[in-house]
């Protein structure tokens, strides 16, 4: 594992339950909010789901993971709201957003 996949994965780690942060935030946390698809191809190799809670990370807008790379953006809903996420039309409600 690279250490920006390291760092990625520890900024992910880092996100509580209830909220979620985009691609583009996790790349300015890096440095450079230009690695959202560095971040989001990351996040699609992520070895450990369970621990690195990628379901948790949305796009610029809000909205959830089309391809989200575990089970799809149903399970993405289904982690998000078993943590009192707010969803409607598959976009997170603002006050859920870091």
Not at 66 to 88: A, D, M, P, R, T
């Given at each position: 594992?690279?250490?920006?996949?390291?760092?990625?994965?520890?900024?992910?780690?880092?996100?509580?339950?209830?909220?979620?942060?985009?691609?583009?935030?996790?790349?300015?946390?890096?440095?450079?909010?230009?690695?959202?698809?560095?971040?989001?191809?990351?996040?699609h190799k992520?070895?450990?789901?369970?621990?690195?809670?990628?379901?948790?990370?949305?796009?610029?807008?809000?909205?959830?993971?089309?391809?989200?790379?575990?089970?799809?953006?149903?399970?993405?809903?289904?982690?998000?709201?078993?943590?009192?996420?707010?969803?409607?039309?598959?976009?997170?409600?603002?006050?859920?957003?870091?």
């Amino acid at each position: 594992m690279s250490k920006l996949s390291d760092k990625i994965y520890e900024i992910v780690s880092n996100i509580p339950r209830g909220y979620v942060m985009t691609y583009g935030q996790i790349g300015e946390k890096l440095g450079n909010k230009n690695l959202s698809r560095v971040v989001g191809n990351v996040l699609h190799k992520n070895p450990t789901p369970i621990i690195v809670p990628c379901h948790r990370v949305v796009n610029s807008k809000g909205e959830l993971a089309k391809n989200f790379g575990f089970c799809g953006i149903e399970k993405q809903k289904e982690l998000l709201e078993s943590e009192g996420v707010e969803i409607v039309d598959y976009k997170v409600l603002k006050k859920h957003m870091l």
